[in-house]
C-alpha cells in the first residue's frame, strides 16, 4: 500500500490529544481509532487520503451513547481526513493539527510513525 502524503501546505498547529489514535501514534498503537460523538446521526463515516476521500470506505459504527468509531490500520505516513455525518463534512470535534484544502476550508491532519 502506498502511503499518501499530505500537501505541503499551512498548518495549525494544536495540541495532540494522544487519544483516540489522533496526531502522532506509537509503535504500541498501529491501529487508529477515528470516532465522533452524534447520538442523533443516521450515518458517520471517515472520508480520508487514505481511502482516496471515500464517503462509504470507511463506516462508523454507533455504540449506545451515541459515540461512532472505526478502528484503521495505517502504515507511517501523513494522512488528512474529515468525517461524514448524515452527508455533512464536518472537521474532528477534537483539537488536531489541520491543512488548508482546495475548497477554501481544512482537512485534519493525522501523523502514523511506527519505529
Not at 498547529?13 to 481509532?33: C, I, K, R
Amino acid at each position: 500500500m502506498s502511503t499518501p502524503k499530505a500537501k505541503k501546505a499551512a498548518v495549525k498547529e494544536s495540541p495532540s490529544t494522544g487519544a483516540g489514535g489522533f496526531g502522532t501514534s506509537s509503535a504500541l498503537d498501529p491501529a487508529q481509532v477515528f470516532d465522533f460523538f452524534a447520538p442523533a446521526a443516521i450515518s458517520v463515516a471517515v472520508a480520508a487520503s487514505f481511502n482516496d476521500w471515500s464517503l462509504t470506505a470507511t463506516p462508523l459504527s454507533r455504540d449506545k451513547s451515541g459515540k461512532w468509531s472505526a478502528s484503521v490500520k495505517l502504515a507511517p505516513g501523513s494522512y488528512e481526513y474529515r468525517f461524514v455525518v448524515d452527508g455533512e463534512w464536518q472537521n474532528d470535534q477534537r483539537p488536531v493539527p489541520s491543512v488548508r484544502n482546495p475548497f477554501g476550508g481544512w482537512n485534519c491532519l493525522l501523523i502514523v510513525s511506527h519505529p
